[in-house]
């Protein structure tokens, strides 16, 4: 009989983190793939989805940073990547920190403030609904488990 591990997921991790600024989120434009997202990437290894996310906002754009809470966990498996469960930190407002926003001209070459109702301009559709109900669990207080970008337990 083969070893059952076998069917265990060995999901890759991401972990990003949501800045608002009234009806604002910051995106970042990477310099490959879907270009706009948030601050962020995949997990290392023995790291932690928050520390992780501590690390990315220092490398990408140059801010030291501890997310504040957790807003939406997202488990959106892709075809070509397989399972992933994608973390989405409230990282309080940037206040003086914005001045000191530096991509870091490798990974990412621009930065701006995008009206929520904006977003599907910037960003792939699953994108778009993770981040806008990120975006309401930061104004609401709430944490929501979201499944391909959707809320998926009742009362989300």
């Known amino acids: 009989m083969g070893d059952p591990t076998e069917e265990f997921a060995t999901p890759r991790i991401a972990a990003g983190a949501l800045f608002v600024d009234g009806d604002r989120l910051l ?3 990477k310099t490959y793939g879907n270009r706009w997202d948030i601050p962020g990437g995949y997990v290392d290894r023995g790291e932690s989805p928050r520390v992780a996310c501590r690390r990315e906002l220092m490398e990408e754009i140059g801010i030291e ?3 504040v809470r957790l807003l939406v966990q997202d488990w959106a498996p892709s075809e070509g990547e397989g399972d992933k469960i994608l973390y989405v930190f ?8 914005e001045g000191r926003i530096a991509v870091d001209g ?6 701006e403030w995008v009206r929520v109702d904006r977003l599907g301009e ?3 559709p699953r994108l778009e609904r993770r981040l806008s109900h990120a975006y309401r669990a930061y104004r609401d207080g709430t944490t929501l ?3 391909h970008g959707t809320p998926a ?3 989300s």
């Not at 409230?90 to 920190?97: I, R, T």
């Not at 490798?106 to 930065?111: F, I, R, S």
């Open 153 to 155: 337990l009742p009362g």
């Open 90 to 97: 409230g990282c309080g407002e940037l206040g003086a920190d």
């Open 145 to 147: 488990y979201l499944e």
């Open 122 to 124: 910037y960003v792939i």
């Open 65 to 67: 940073r501890d997310p």
């Open 27 to 29: 995106l970042v434009r």
């Open 106 to 111: 490798v990974e990412l070459d621009h930065w």
